[in-house]
C-alpha cells in the first residue's frame, strides 16, 4: 500500500494536526487541505486543495476535487460540513469518507435532542428542560434558582454555536439576562438560539472523552485537559473589561472560547474511569442511537463529562468531531498509522487495528486576537478580542524562531503582501496558532511551550499563562 492520497476538510488548527497525523503515514503520499489555511503548506507532504486556481469550499467543489486527484480517504473535521451531509454525498458518489452521516450529527447540532435521547437511554445527564419560548424559559430559570440559589444555572444554545453557546449562570439576573441575548437579542447565536437547553450546574470536574466507531466496534482514544474559558481565574480584571466592551457590563463570566489550549496525556483519567466511561456513556450512547435511529455511527466522537467526587460521570454535551485544540495535542502522539487506522474505520475492521501511542506529554498554548493597544493614530473602535468581536489582518512575526521540534497549528492564518510588496503572515481569525510542545513530562513540555510563544508577535496577540500549570 503507497501513494495514498487524503483530503482534510478543515480550514483551522485541527485541521492541520489531522494532515500532520496523515502526513506521517507511510503509506500517504499527499495529504491535500481544503479550504485549509496557510499552515495547511507548512507540513511535509502536505499542500492546499486547489481546482481551477481557486480552495474548494462547498461541498460540491470538495466532490470535483476529490474526483480530479484521485483521493483515496476523505477525513471530514469541522461540525459544519458534518451537519450539512456531506458523508452522505460523498457516499452515494462512491467515496471513501470518514465521518457519521448527517441524521447522527444530530448529536451535536440539536443539544436539546440529545438530552432527550440520553434521557430514553438511561444515560446520566444532569437535571435539565428544554424552552422555545423566552419567558418560560426565565420563568422556569428563577424556580431553579429559588429552589436551590447556590447552585447555578448552565443555559445552551440549542444548535451549533462554535464552541460559545453554553453559558454558566451563577443567579437569576444573569440567566434573565442569557435568555434575553440568546433567543430574543441580539441572539448571537441566529437560529441556533430559537430554542435553549437549561441544565442544573453539576459539581466536580470537567472531561473531554474521546473514541472511535466503526458502527460495531467502539474503542476508547486517549484524551486530553483542555482550557475552554478566555482567562485564567485570576485575570478578574481582564474578564470585567472584556464584559464591558462586549456591551456585557453587568457581566462578570469569563467566557468561553473554542479553546485555548491543552495538554495530553489528561492528568487523572486513569484505565478504571475509562471502563466506567464506556460502560455506562459511551457504548450505551452509540449502540442506543443505532437501535433508535437505525444509523451505524462511525467516526469520532467526543462526550463532554461532568465527573462526581464519587468518580460518577454525566453528560454535558455530545460532539461528532475531533476537538480543537484536543487534537492538536492527541494526535502527535498517536503512534498508530493514521491512515491504517481510518481506513479501519470506514471497513468496519476496527477491532483489527491496536490502538498505541507515545508516552510523552504534548502541551498547546492558543494564541488569539485580543484587544488591540489603542494609539494616537488608530482608527476604528476599541474590540473586546477573542470570543468577542476581534480585529484581524495583523503581521505575523518571528515564527522562524521557533524550535524545529515545536510544531505550530495555524488556526487562523493566510499569506498576503505588506506595503513594500513583501510576502507576509498575517492574522484572519481569533484563534490564530496553537504553538504544541512535548516532553517526557508534563512540566518540561510546558517550558518548551511558553518559551517558543513568547517568539512570536503580532498586534493584539494573547494567551493564558497558565496552561498545565497546576498539574506539575
Known amino acids: 500500500m503507497s501513494g495514498k492520497r487524503v483530503l482534510v476538510v478543515d480550514a483551522g488548527g485541527r485541521g492541520n494536526a489531522i494532515a500532520h497525523a496523515f502526513a506521517r503515514s507511510g503509506a500517504v503520499e499527499r495529504v491535500y487541505v481544503a479550504p485549509g489555511n496557510a499552515g495547511s503548506e507548512m507540513m511535509d507532504k502536505c499542500r492546499l486543495a486547489m481546482i481551477d486556481d481557486e480552495v474548494p469550499k462547498s461541498t460540491s467543489e470538495l466532490l470535483a476535487f476529490a474526483r480530479k486527484e484521485g483521493i483515496d480517504l476523505v477525513f471530514v473535521g469541522p461540525e459544519g460540513y458534518l451537519s450539512e451531509g456531506i458523508v452522505d454525498i460523498f457516499q452515494e458518489e462512491g467515496q471513501r469518507i470518514l465521518g457519521p452521516k448527517r441524521e447522527a450529527t444530530v448529536l451535536e447540532s440539536s443539544k436539546c435532542q440529545t438530552k432527550d435521547l440520553l434521557k430514553r437511554l438511561n444515560v446520566p445527564v444532569p437535571p435539565y428542560r428544554n424552552f422555545s419560548d423566552p419567558q418560560e424559559a426565565k420563568e422556569y430559570a428563577r424556580q431553579r434558582c429559588a429552589e436551590d440559589p447556590g447552585m447555578g444555572l448552565v443555559i445552551k444554545a440549542d444548535g451549533l454555536a462554535a464552541g460559545k453557546g453554553s453559558i454558566l449562570c451563577a443567579n437569576q439576573e444573569e440567566a434573565d439576562s442569557v435568555i434575553e441575548r440568546i433567543m430574543v437579542s441580539p441572539r448571537p447565536f441566529g437560529q441556533a438560539g430559537d430554542r435553549i437547553e437549561i441544565e442544573d450546574r453539576l459539581e466536580g470536574r470537567e472531561l473531554m472523552f474521546f473514541a472511535l466507531s466503526d458502527g460495531r466496534t467502539v474503542r476508547a482514544m486517549q484524551s486530553a485537559l483542555d482550557y475552554k474559558q478566555a482567562f485564567s481565574p485570576d485575570e478578574e480584571v481582564a474578564i470585567r473589561l472584556f464584559n464591558r466592551l462586549a456591551g456585557n457590563p453587568n457581566q462578570d463570566n469569563n467566557p468561553n472560547t473554542g479553546g485555548m489550549g491543552g495538554f495530553s496525556p489528561h492528568p487523572w483519567l486513569d484505565e478504571e474511569l475509562t471502563e466506567r466511561i464506556m460502560k455506562k456513556i459511551a457504548l450505551p450512547t452509540l449502540r442506543g442511537f443505532k437501535e433508535i435511529s437505525g444509523q451505524e455511527y462511525r467516526g469520532v466522537i467526543y462526550f463532554g463529562l461532568m465527573i462526581s467526587e464519587d468518580r460518577e460521570p454525566s453528560v454535558l454535551e455530545i460532539n461528532v468531531r475531533l476537538g480543537d485544540p484536543e487534537a492538536e495535542v492527541i494526535l502527535p502522539r498517536l503512534e498508530t498509522d493514521f491512515y491504517q487506522l481510518s481506513t479501519a474505520v470506514v471497513e468496519g475492521r476496527l477491532d483489527e487495528v491496536p490502538l ?117
Not at 369 to 398: D, L
Not at 451 to 460: D, L, M, P, T
Open 356 to 472: 498505541q501511542w507515545s508516552d510523552d506529554f504534548c502541551l498547546g498554548v492558543c494564541a488569539i486576537s485580543g484587544r488591540v493597544i489603542k494609539t494616537i493614530t488608530s482608527t476604528g473602535p476599541e474590540r473586546p478580542g477573542y470570543p468577542g468581536e476581534h480585529y484581524t489582518n495583523m503581521p505575523i512575526r518571528g515564527l522562524e524562531r521557533v524550535d524545529p521540534e515545536v510544531i505550530v497549528y495555524h488556526n487562523g492564518t493566510a499569506w498576503g503582501t505588506d506595503s513594500a510588496g513583501n510576502r507576509r503572515l498575517y492574522t484572519t481569525g481569533g484563534r490564530v496558532f496553537t504553538l504544541v510542545a512535548r516532553g517526557r513530562s508534563l512540566a518540561q513540555a510546558r517550558a518548551r511551550a511558553y518559551e517558543n510563544i513568547k517568539r512570536v508577535r503580532f498586534n493584539g496577540m494573547r494567551y493564558r499563562k497558565d496552561i498545565g500549570l497546576g498539574y506539575i
